[in-house]
């Protein structure tokens, strides 16, 4: 009975493992015409014109192209418009497009043409609330009409808006003023015109963006709700064609080999798999399962240190976000409050911060490479003479200062002045009351308007962020000292923009922020007083009017001189402390780098288009070497 | 019996409307900050918030929305995602999910079952011995240890040493077996560890001691005795666990990259999915209920002793 029992766990085992040796011999070698990458979250819809998380980006980048894109030193080439023209005040712009452009269907049936009417469809998808969320922000103001026929059609649909007030239907009739008031026409079947409301020189970086992507009206009116939803959902005139799509598992994108840029497309097939674990993802890229792997700071001292994977660690380039420190200048702590008014205090902080440990934390190596004294991206925007925008005075000087803003001394002194400012010397804080202060439903504590200054900090749950909040209190009770400056901590669980920065919950944060276009009005114009991303509410007039006087300046050198001033006073006015880059993460990959578009926004850098794989994985010298061929052929090009 | 089923079916009924209808309710409580991103906010009016809180029914009389639910529900219509899946139906994702974890749950019961009731037999009758020590040792360590761990680490061993990719794929029929195998490994445990107690236990009856003496053979007397009597306390949970199957695991389908419906739940409650999440709860709550009644039958049918009316007087 016992022998009988165990022979047949034995024999079922053994033959479970033969099955699995039997079928899974033979390791298959590195393809270098297959991309296989992998995703974290998923897709909820691919609607090309609204992709609020990155896979989406990079399915519809690749399966439908605009009418330009950014090749691989992020310089705007044709895209389904051979050529484009403006004219002299950059307020009428008008793409020519290629006559041999397709729509293809999932399974690659030739569909019809791509025609200036569908970028004329396109936007007329985007202007329709009822059709889709979208970015429409940030150029909702920008092309003629468009805000108006917007709103008009939210006005009709809104049931809360009094009948007088609503505009007259039936909604047909409205959606017919389209062709006439909004400010893009097809002049004939390959001419696009594109009317602003004013010169915008920048124009062609919204152009890159999903906003401005074709679309073949009647098909996705036959889909109704269900565009986007699925692979035959939708139509193709890109590189690519989706060819399946199964949610929480995998993408499949094949090249289509009548795409008229066939021969620049040497990756043929692209699989995106979703895997959640990092872990695995390194064990599958050794494997030969994955063209490329992240790593976190842990994995990268451990193969560092490997013998036979170590020389394969890169530093990836960083990423056009920036991460910035921002205080609340209406903070429902009246201690606080009183501080955040107090130029010397916001200097004393911005030379406190010590941000090379902070960022060690994730990126124990290289630290000081990842740190940004601006606000707008390095390497993204240049001048009509090739000039980088922030090596524009004095924004120069602030991003030269690397990590030596961190000056313990000076941030003491900075303090002592403010300490002399707001306090009566007697260690009441003016203006400070006594008593409970309220932060948000769960959050309070109790103050006494004296020294030490509570200041409240608050952070995710991961346990880098809490991490982080205890290197911030011990760095700053450290040069403050403890008497004056007490570091109170504060944890939130759910969303951050919701539950803290839009009530006002906190007195010190950082928080990441994505750049939409090549212009520092991307950035400051959302920074100005009441801007979107103004989440300290300060209020610095002579901020918000450089800002309005360079975004009407035409000649890009005009109005990056007068953006720099403005962004400058931000930064030296310690209204903002800016931290680091995005992206610029580790990794090994078998993607030879810079070959692929690049990019600071938009959809181009997500293209595989031009992208070259190795069979080898790439070493850490072979990138270095590439990358300074890169830079100089790069700068060349700029300056030529 | 006949009696009895009426009145379960009634209550089971009961209980399933009543967890529906609260859940239906919190979820109308939640403040609806939620619904939107920092994005959203920027793109969005007020007006347009609005408008879409009423089209997901986020807001409005949560009674009749509520009956307009069950109207629906009643009429065959689970309604559509309207968050993690947009438009799209509740049910062509469920049947797309669900044959995932139905099959690979099936299987490793079925696999779990076979092996655990062999291992718990072996253990019970080998108890003190080394077959036992050896199972104690496998159930500790696997009950034990975080399943994450091993389960990580055997997916990293066993593909590496067969070559074998490390994630699901449905073209790939030997990618299915580890998941598979992974998913027993646990349950392999609980039915060996509970058999065997139970067969210890009647082992040690006076009838198993009388029949033995009688001269009745090891085996007969295990077969018809003994493991029948201890199979009784585990069967009344057979129904549940094979229905509940249909949720999928959490841990190995995101191990393996399975598509199936571990984790749905989870999702949808995080993204504010209200439609999903109240169709899951219906689906989890009945077959629950379902799963419970099942086992309390099953259990009368196994053992006669057992009775779930009370026995009339006289």
């Known amino acids: 009975m016992k022998k009988s029992i165990f022979r047949a766990v034995c024999l079922a085992l053994v033959l479970l493992l ?43 980048s690749n399966v439908i192209d605009g009418l330009i894109e950014t090749d691989r030193f992020g310089s705007f080439v044709p895209s389904l418009a051979e050529s484009w023209e403006h004219n002299a005040d950059y307020s009428v712009w008008t793409f020519h497009l290629r006559k041999d452009a397709k729509w293809y269907d999932s399974k690659g049936k030739e569909v019809a043409p791509v025609t200036a009417q569908d970028f004329v469809d396109g936007m007329r998808f985007v202007a329709d609330h009822k059709k889709t969320k979208s970015d429409m922000s940030i150029i909702k103001s920008v092309i003629v009409g468009l805000e108006d026929y917007y709103d008009t059609l939210v006005d009709f649909d809104d049931p809360n808006l009094a009948a007088s007030k609503k505009p007259e239907g039936p909604r047909e009739t409205i959606e017919a003023t389209f062709d006439d008031t909004v400010g893009v026409k097809a002049l004939d079947d390959y001419t696009v015109e594109y009317t602003l409301t004013a010169p915008v020189p920048y124009f062609e970086s919204f152009l890159v963006t999903e906003i401005f992507l074709p679309n073949h009206k009647e098909f996705s009116d036959a889909c109704g709700t269900k565009f986007g939803t699925a692979p035959d959902q939708l139509l193709y005139c890109g590189a690519y064609i989706l060819q399946s799509w199964q949610r929480n598992k995998e993408f499949v994108l094949v090249k289509n080999d009548n795409y008229y840029d066939a021969d620049k497309v040497s990756v043929k097939k692209i699989v995106l798999q979703k895997i959640t674990d990092g872990a695995a993802t390194v064990e599958m890229f050794k494997r030969g399962e994955l063209t490329g792997t992240s790593l976190t700071g842990d994995q990268v001292e451990y193969y560092k240190q490997d013998a036979e994977w170590g020389k394969y660690v890169t530093l990836r380039d960083k990423s056009s976000v920036n991460y910035w420190f921002f205080m609340n200048f209406e903070s429902p702590n009246t201690e606080f409050n009183t501080f955040a008014q107090n130029e010397n205090f916001r200097l004393a902080l911005y030379h406190a911060l010590d941000r090379v440990t902070i960022a060690q934390l994730y990126n124990p190596y290289d630290t000081e490479e990842m740190l940004t004294n601006v606000i707008c991206p390095e390497d993204v925007c240049y001048d009509e003479n090739g000039v980088d925008y922030t090596d524009y005075a004095p924004l120069k000087e602030i991003k030269e200062r690397g990590a030596g803003t ?12 403010a300490l002399a400012e707001v306090t ?6 003016n203006g400070a009351q006594a008593g409970e202060v309220k932060m948000g ?16 900090y608050i952070h995710g749950s991961s346990s880098d962020e809490v991490s982080m909040a205890q290197i911030i209190k011990m760095n700053l009770e450290e040069v403050f000292g403890s008497e004056n400056v007490e570091i109170v901590l504060s944890q939130f669980t759910g969303d951050k923009y919701n539950d803290v920065i839009a009530p006002g919950n906190f007195d010190l944060g950082y928080d990441n922020y994505s750049f939409k276009y090549a212009d520092p009005l991307s950035q400051l114009g959302r920074l100005v007083t009441d801007g979107a991303v103004n989440d300290g509410h300060y209020s610095l007039p002579e901020f918000d009017d450089l800002v309005a006087q360079g975004s009407e300046k035409l000649v890009v050198s005009e109005r990056y001189a007068l953006f720099a001033q403005a962004e400058a006073l931000l930064i030296n006015g310690g209204y903002i402390i800016p931290w680091e880059s995005g992206g610029g993460t580790y990794g090994m990959t078998r993607e030879v780098p810079f070959t692929a578009p690049r990019g600071g926004f938009g959809l181009s850098r997500f293209k595989y288009k031009g992208m070259q794989l190795s069979e080898e994985p790439i070493s850490a010298e072979q990138y270095d070497q590439l990358e300074q061929e890169f830079y100089a052929e790069l700068n060349r090009k700029n300056a030529g | 019996m006949a009696k009895y089923i009426f009145k379960r079916t009634l209550q089971s009924l009961l209980s399933v409307f009543i967890v529906v209808f609260v859940v239906f309710l919190l979820l109308r409580l939640m403040p609806t900050d939620g619904y939107f991103t920092r994005d959203d906010y920027q793109n969005m009016s007020e007006a347009e918030r609005q408008m879409y809180l009423v089209e997901i029914g986020a807001v409005g009389n949560p009674i009749k929305l509520f009956g307009e639910f069950m109207g629906k529900l009643f009429r065959g219509d689970l309604g559509e995602s309207y968050v993690l899946q947009p438009h799209r139906a509740i049910a062509d994702i469920l049947a797309e999910k669900i044959p995932y974890s139905l099959a690979f749950g099936t299987v490793s019961m079925v696999l779990s079952l076979i092996l655990g009731l062999l291992m718990g037999m072996a253990m019970a009758k080998g108890k003190g011995k080394w077959p036992d020590a050896l199972g104690t040792g496998y159930v500790v360590i696997v009950r034990a240890v975080p399943s994450l761990i091993y389960l990580f680490l055997l997916q990293i061993a066993i593909t590496g040493l067969f070559h074998i990719p490390m994630m699901f794929s449905e073209r790939n029929p030997v990618t299915w077996i580890l998941p598979t195998v992974s998913l027993s490994l646990s349950s392999i445990a609980w039915y060996a560890i509970w058999l065997r107690r139970f067969m210890v236990d009647e082992e040690n009856r006076d009838y198993v001691k009388f029949a033995r003496s009688k001269g009745m053979t090891d085996w007969k007397l295990m077969k018809r005795h003994v493991l029948r009597n201890a199979l009784v306390p585990l069967a009344q949970y057979f129904p549940l666990q094979m229905l509940l ?11 393996y990259s399975i ?11 995080q993204e504010m999915d209200n439609s999903l999440v109240q169709v899951l709860v219906i689906l989890y709550s009945a077959l629950g209920v379902l799963g419970v009644f099942l086992g309390d039958i099953l259990m009368v049918l196994l053992d006669p002793r057992i009775r779930l009316t009370d026995k009339k007087e006289g």
């Open chain 1, 18 to 60: 033969t099955v699995a040796a039997l079928t899974g011999c033979g390791a298959s070698s590195v393809s270098t015409t297959e991309y296989l990458g992998t995703y974290s979250t998923d897709v909820t819809s691919l609607i090309p014109f609204y992709l609020p998380d990155t896979t989406g980006k990079k399915v519809i």
């Open chain 1, 406 to 417: 961190y000056d313990p001394a000076l941030a003491k002194e900075y303090f002592d002045k």
């Open chain 1, 424 to 429: 009566d010397g007697n260690g009441n804080i």
């Open chain 1, 441 to 456: 439903r769960t959050f309070s504590f109790q103050t006494d308007g004296k020294l030490p200054l509570q200041l409240v």
């Open chain 2, 245 to 255: 199957t249909i949720s999928g695991s959490l841990v190995i389908e995101s191990l």
């Open chain 2, 259 to 269: 598509p199936g419906m571990g984790g749905l739940l989870v999702e949808a409650i």
